[in-house]
């Protein structure tokens, strides 16, 4: 019986194999090198030394550190939670009401956004919130001034970009899960006299919240590690206006070449992803219950 | 779902250790095999506005496989801009099983990584080569490290100077050749130029991170060098704050940024400024002057980035003046890159054999020509096909005299981004200059530790 069982397993063990090997030794490995001083150059690179908790407690004296933990909490909640989230369920839903043609040409639209390599996201967005970009062409040809958005509100492109980018997938899931809402529930409450918004918030919603659940933790960590299309548009500037932690990792680690502390910040995230995977885990148990 | 979380939040941490796993696959260093056949990894910088080195390596294999049968030489251009480059070469060379046996080193670095131990010893080899000799004392010094050994061997050098446009100067009405002897010269001119024409950017000079160690090496070290004043002090081995001449080199960026005589603090930010200054602004007069290195024409002349055929009679150079015009007169900043070796190879005798290669006579001198280099070598610097290069050769090379090198101390990279911050700061208006010269002794302060500061 057990050997059955064991056998089971047996087609996916590659995978987990794989898994272990280039996943779990990968965060491993930057855990336990957050707690030396490795760096890409110089001494330390020869002869990493430990020095247990000191790059954690740099952290907190680094000006760097809490405002690009300020900026990450700030763009996954703006462009993931709010964003992609609200108009990914506004657009399934008007999707369900409208003819054919129309939704099948704005799925399209939505989807092209989603398609597209990240880097090519990226260098899409950047031509269109550059100081030449499409964005200021469009203002000018109406008569106004454009901004240079990507030094004045370098944030805010950034977190229109990335719900442009990411709609795509929220609005997908959503599809699926109307198209699961049994019309007769509905039905049923709108011959008992409710409006339109009443059996959205009282019937729809409730009846898709494990989808919504789901879709909120999938993308929340999706946004919370996004490098690429921060990194090509604002490289974290100005004045470090853009850097979330990603970018700060990367900076640290990378351009100054101090591996210790620029793991201890991607741990700082893994952390935060975590967080964030366990509240969104909590909420899904306690609506079954 | 967790497979995709961590494979996401994980991508930074997981290019580290990426390197560190994969190197067990692709192990490609020097091995020397049954038959005797044995293969050089050379890893350089390649990139669709240099490629003046691939060029020289191509050259070099064929030369160098020519009189070694049995050796391969594997030439592994990588293509990235200076910093990426940098993090790539390191990452490769923390394994021994993907560390290249020749590499293209930037003489800043050198003493880092010959602490780092990725850099072998050269000393021995060099006595027995006969060219080295003709390399001057200066460029000799490019790769020595604090042990006084010499790890690495430079290609070329560069320098920093006014760069012109004549015909721009000529409208506003001012003679040239054009040659200030102080910092209130420069703002005398890029005034004339402003009121003669307000579309022109007067005098711009880089500044903030965007542009990197261009905003030091071609902006900010012009200014505080010629201050009298410090970045490093090299006998005491300390870092200098709070000297006078650091906020008023910041002082002198912000009257540029103020006055609008440079660029827009927006346009400052953006890495790219620099392909609009060749590209764009100098070719179509649009720009009166600025700070460049010497490689300014291998942008220009046939074959470069941004092809002009004008540039010759057009543009002119300037040496950068001091701030009062107290000695020696002007400033100029170097660097330059170098060949080396890697200190994990399985075949020193032949990686220095390559390395002496691909940096002999010829080669050398097809390299200083085609990249616009300042030659190391004697020989190559005496050469008629080398002077007449671009009629800039003569005028940049005499600044020679005047350069620094940057302190190519493994605290730098970090020492620099805070002066490109404190820039930055200025231009934009968030910060006064003696605000931001504070908060840059206090940067300095918390990097290097208190004994290692030097107060002014």
Same mark, same amino acid.
């Given at each position: ?230 990194w090509v548009m604002t490289a974290g500037g100005p004045a470090n206006a853009s850097t979330t932690l990603p970018v700060l990792a990367y900076q640290e680690a990378f351009k100054f070449g101090d591996i210790g502390y620029g793991t201890a910040v991607a741990s700082v995230l893994i952390l935060l992803g975590m967080v964030f995977g366990a509240v969104y885990v909590w909420l899904l148990r306690e609506r079954r219950a | 779902m967790r ?32 038959? !005797?056949?044995? @293969?050089?990894? =050379?890893? *350089?910088? #390649?990139?669709?506005?240099?490629? $003046?080195?691939? /060029? %020289? ?98 290609? !070329?050098?560069? @320098?920093?100077? =006014?760069? *012109?446009? #004549?015909?721009?100067?000529?409208? $506003?009405?001012? /003679? %040239? ?64 704050v709070g000297s006078q001449g650091f906020t008023d080199s910041l002082a002198f960026l912000k009257t540029l940024y103020d006055e609008k005589l440079a660029v827009s603090p927006a346009e400052a930010l953006d890495a790219n400024v620099w392909k609009k200054v060749f590209g764009e602004w100098f070719p179509q007069g649009k720009l009166a002057a600025t700070v460049e290195g010497s490689y300014a024409p291998s942008f220009w002349k ?61 080669n050398a001198l097809a390299y200083d020509i085609n990249n616009s280099q300042i030659a190391v070598r004697t020989d190559v610097a005496a050469e008629a096909g080398y002077l007449a290069a671009n009629p800039f050769v003569k005028d940049v090379s005499a600044l020679v005299d005047v350069t620094r090198y940057r302190p190519a101390t493994a605290d730098y990279p970090r020492i620099s981004t805070a002066v490109q911050v404190a820039t ?33």
């Amino acid at each position: 019986m057990k050997i059955r069982r064991l056998s089971r397993l047996l087609p996916v063990a590659p995978a987990i194999l794989l898994l272990l090997v280039f996943l779990l030794a990968p965060v491993a490995w930057s855990f336990y090198a957050s707690f030396t001083d490795a760096a890409l150059t110089g001494k330390a690179a020869r002869e990493p030394q430990w020095v247990g908790a000191e790059n954690y407690v740099r952290m907190f004296t680094d000006d760097a550190f809490p405002m690009a933990t300020w900026l990450t909490v700030v763009f996954v909640a703006a462009s993931a939670v709010l964003g992609q989230n609200l108009l990914g369920l506004l657009i399934a839903l008007l999707m369900t009401r409208s003819r054919k043609t129309v939704s099948d040409w704005v799925g399209t639209a939505v989807v092209a956004a989603w398609v597209l390599p990240e880097i090519v996201a990226a260098f899409a967005a950047y031509a269109y919130f550059n100081r030449d970009g499409t964005l200021n062409q469009i203002l000018a040809a109406l008569g106004t001034h454009g901004l240079d958005w990507l030094y004045s509100f370098p944030l805010v492109a950034i977190i229109l970009a990335n719900t442009w980018r990411g709609t795509a997938f929220s609005m997908l899931v959503y599809r699926a899960a109307l198209g699961n809402v049994p019309r007769d529930v509905s039905e049923a409450a709108l011959m008992d006299g409710a409006r339109g918004w009443q059996r959205l918030t009282f019937i729809t919603l409730p009846l898709i919240r494990n989808s919504i659940a789901t879709n909120l933790m999938l993308i929340t960590l999706q946004t919370l590690a996004v490098f690429t299309l921060i990194w090509v548009m604002t490289a974290g500037g100005p004045a470090n206006a853009s850097t979330t932690l990603p970018v700060l990792a990367y900076q640290e680690a990378f351009k100054f070449g101090d591996i210790g502390y620029g793991t201890a910040v991607a741990s700082v995230l893994i952390l935060l992803g975590m967080v964030f995977g366990a509240v969104y885990v909590w909420l899904l148990r306690e609506r079954r219950a | 779902m967790r497979p995709v979380k961590t494979m996401r939040s994980m991508k930074i941490v997981a290019a580290i250790a990426v390197a560190a796993i994969l190197a067990g696959v692709t192990s490609c260093s020097s091995t020397p095999d049954a038959a !005797g056949k044995t @293969t050089l990894k =050379i890893v *350089y910088q #390649k990139t669709d506005a240099f490629t $003046a080195l691939d /060029a %020289v390596m191509q050259d070099a294999k064929k030369e160098f496989e020519a009189a070694n049968s049995g050796v391969t030489v594997d030439l592994q251009p990588i293509q990235a801009n200076d910093d990426d480059y940098g993090t790539k070469l390191a990452l490769a060379q923390r394994s021994p099983d993907t560390a290249p046996d020749v590499f293209y080193e930037d003489t800043f670095k050198v003493r880092s990584d010959v602490d780092a131990g990725y850099l072998l010893k050269l000393d021995s080899y060099l006595g027995k080569w006969e060219d080295w000799a003709k390399f001057s004392e200066a460029a000799k010094a490019a790769g020595r490290a604090d042990d006084g050994g010499i790890y690495a061997v430079p290609l !070329g050098t560069d @320098t920093r100077a =006014i760069w *012109y446009n #004549k015909a721009v100067l000529q409208k $506003a009405g001012i /003679a %040239v050749p054009w040659q200030p002897e102080s910092w209130d010269d420069i703002l005398a001119m890029a005034r004339k130029v402003k009121a003669a024409d307000s579309t022109v950017i007067p005098f711009t000079m880089y500044a903030g991170k965007g542009t990197g160690e261009g905003t030091v090496m071609q902006s900010f070290y012009e200014l505080l060098y010629g201050t009298g004043s410090t970045l490093y002090d090299e006998d005491q081995r300390k870092w200098v704050v709070g000297s006078q001449g650091f906020t008023d080199s910041l002082a002198f960026l912000k009257t540029l940024y103020d006055e609008k005589l440079a660029v827009s603090p927006a346009e400052a930010l953006d890495a790219n400024v620099w392909k609009k200054v060749f590209g764009e602004w100098f070719p179509q007069g649009k720009l009166a002057a600025t700070v460049e290195g010497s490689y300014a024409p291998s942008f220009w002349k046939k074959g470069g980035a941004y092809e002009w055929a004008g540039y010759e009679q057009d543009m002119a150079v300037a040496a950068f003046p001091t701030q009062k015009g107290q000695e020696p007169g002007s400033v100029s900043m170097s660097g330059g890159w170098t060949l080396a070796v890697g200190a994990g190879t399985k075949s020193p005798d032949l990686s220095f054999q390559f390395l002496a290669t691909a940096l002999n006579k010829k080669n050398a001198l097809a390299y200083d020509i085609n990249n616009s280099q300042i030659a190391v070598r004697t020989d190559v610097a005496a050469e008629a096909g080398y002077l007449a290069a671009n009629p800039f050769v003569k005028d940049v090379s005499a600044l020679v005299d005047v350069t620094r090198y940057r302190p190519a101390t493994a605290d730098y990279p970090r020492i620099s981004t805070a002066v490109q911050v404190a820039t930055e700061s200025v231009i934009t208006g968030r910060q006064s200059p003696q605000e931001a010269a504070a908060e840059y002794d206090a940067t300095v302060r918390k990097l290097v530790g208190e004994d290692k500061v030097l107060q002014r």
